[in-house]
């Protein structure tokens, strides 16, 4: 069966299905319905949880023991399995369908991944969790529905923004939506439940920690590589996900590589800056930063930042934040 991200509420209220599909290139919206996928099924005496990340070599053998071991447990069990490509392959697809078909009333199975591709999404493993269970397509949340989406997480919350409020938090965030989550929830901790204008959110955003990857992306620039791995020391110990990091530091690699490409053709750039809007108070950061790199160095840093997002969300392996320090410690050096 498949259903639709704002049916799943409703869905699990219900019943609970032996097993899920959920994929989708949305971190924040993934985890969450993943998060109360989960709470469903502890609420219904699912006490155990495992869970089973495939990347390159994977034992699939691991996963069907996971059935193996059943008849050892009484208690109900969570089997999780993440596809951080979304192509388990032969062998692992039809340990997914052999799985599927022992998911019950002791077993519950979950599968979570990127946003399948047509191939996958027609793949045997696929239809079967979609005929045994639920299929969940979770879809981004696109510009034009972001300050709905915004205003409403806000008054979840239990804050009660105004129009200027919401609009100033779409802007900050960029379509980021776990940026906009903790930019939510640091209101939250900052004011209180409430009413909350823009002035409220500029203030929240002057006092909020010292730790923010703006000053990340601006420390790396500058050219100060200690400041920035400090802040980015920092930011870990706060806890902030480094997805969040990495998208910050790819929206100003992609910058910097197109102002790059300008100056390469002749464009001044000045005129460059001025099209691309940005700010005049960064425009100096801009322009040292540019300075001290060679041509092609922000295409190779953007590349970079690409394998680090995928380490970030599971998708590749590595160690997301030394790969953040890796290309932060790139920028500020020529």
Same mark, same amino acid.
């Given at each position: 069966?498949?259903?639709?991200?704002? *049916?799943?509420?409703?869905?699990?209220?219900?019943?609970?299905?032996?097993?899920?599909?959920?994929?989708?290139?949305?971190h924040l919206l993934v985890a969450e319905a993943l998060d /109360?996928?989960?709470?469903?099924?502890?609420?219904?005496?699912?006490?155990?949880?495992? &869970?089973?990340?495939?990347?390159?070599?994977?034992?699939?053998? *691991?996963?069907?023991?996971?059935?193996?071991?059943?008849? $050892?447990?009484?208690? *109900?069990?969570?089997?999780?399995?993440?596809?951080?490509?979304?192509?388990? @392959?032969?062998?692992?697809?039809?340990?997914?369908? #052999?799985?599927?078909?022992?998911?019950?009333?002791?077993?519950?199975?979950?599968?979570?991944?990127?946003?399948? /591709?047509?191939?996958?999404?027609?793949?045997?493993?696929?239809?079967?969790?979609?005929?045994?269970?639920?299929?969940?397509?979770?879809?981004?949340?696109? &510009?034009?529905? &972001?300050?709905?989406?915004?205003?409403?997480?806000?008054?979840?919350?239990? $804050?009660?923004?105004?129009?200027?409020?919401?609009?100033?938090?779409?802007?900050?965030?960029?379509?980021?939506?776990?940026?906009? @989550?903790?930019?939510?929830?640091?209101?939250?901790?900052?004011?209180?439940?409430?009413? =909350?204008?823009?002035?409220?959110?500029? #203030?929240?955003?002057?006092?909020?920690?010292?730790?923010?990857?703006?000053? $990340?992306? #601006?420390?790396?620039?500058?050219?100060?590589?200690?400041? +920035?791995?400090?802040? $980015?020391?920092?930011?870990?110990?706060?806890?902030?996900?480094?997805?969040? =990091?990495?998208?910050? &530091?790819?929206?100003?690699?992609?910058?910097?590589?197109?102002?790059?490409?300008?100056?390469?053709?002749?464009?001044?750039?000045?005129?460059?800056?001025?099209?691309?809007?940005?700010?005049?108070?960064? *425009?100096?950061?801009?322009?040292?930063?540019?300075?001290?790199?060679?041509?092609?160095?922000?295409?190779?840093?953007?590349?970079?930042?690409?394998?680090?997002?995928?380490? +970030?969300?599971?998708?590749?392996?590595? /160690?997301?934040?030394?790969?953040?320090?890796?290309? =932060?410690?790139?920028?500020?050096?020529?």
């Amino acid at each position: 069966m498949k259903i639709r991200a704002n *049916q799943l509420s409703s869905h699990l209220k219900n019943s609970l299905a032996p097993c899920y599909l959920v994929t989708g290139d949305e971190h924040l919206l993934v985890a969450e319905a993943l998060d /109360d996928i989960r709470k469903a099924a502890i609420e219904r005496g699912f006490g155990n949880r495992e &869970l089973h990340v495939a990347t390159t070599g994977f034992d699939w053998n *691991q996963l069907t023991a996971s059935t193996g071991n059943m008849s $050892l447990f009484a208690e *109900q069990r969570i089997v999780e399995l993440r596809l951080p490509t979304g192509k388990p @392959g032969r062998v692992g697809g039809q340990a997914i369908v #052999d799985l599927a078909g022992q998911a019950g009333p002791e077993l519950l199975f979950i599968v979570t991944g990127p946003k399948l /591709d047509a191939g996958a999404a027609k793949s045997k493993w696929a239809k079967t969790l979609e005929q045994k269970g639920v299929s969940l397509a979770v879809w981004p949340i696109g &510009l034009r529905e &972001l300050p709905g989406w915004i205003a409403s997480r806000m008054r979840k919350a239990g $804050l009660q923004p105004d129009r200027e409020a919401v609009s100033m938090i779409v802007d900050r965030v960029e379509g980021n939506l776990l940026a906009a @989550g903790q930019e939510i929830e640091k209101l939250r901790l900052l004011l209180g439940e409430g009413r =909350v204008t823009a002035r409220d959110v500029e #203030d929240a955003v002057a006092n909020s920690s010292r730790y923010d990857v703006y000053k $990340l992306t #601006d420390a790396a620039m500058a050219g100060d590589a200690p400041r +920035a791995v400090k802040i $980015l020391g920092g930011l870990r110990s706060e806890g902030v996900e480094p997805v969040i =990091v990495m998208w910050a &530091l790819t929206r100003e690699l992609r910058s910097l590589a197109t102002l790059d490409d300008a100056i390469r053709q002749g464009t001044d750039l000045g005129s460059a800056m001025r099209a691309a809007r940005v700010w005049n108070s960064r *425009q100096g950061l801009v322009r040292s930063c540019i300075g001290r790199h060679q041509r092609g160095a922000f295409h190779r840093m953007l590349k970079a930042s690409g394998r680090a997002d995928a380490a +970030a969300k599971g998708q590749r392996y590595g /160690d997301p934040w030394q790969m953040a320090a890796d290309i =932060v410690i790139g920028m500020a050096r020529a």
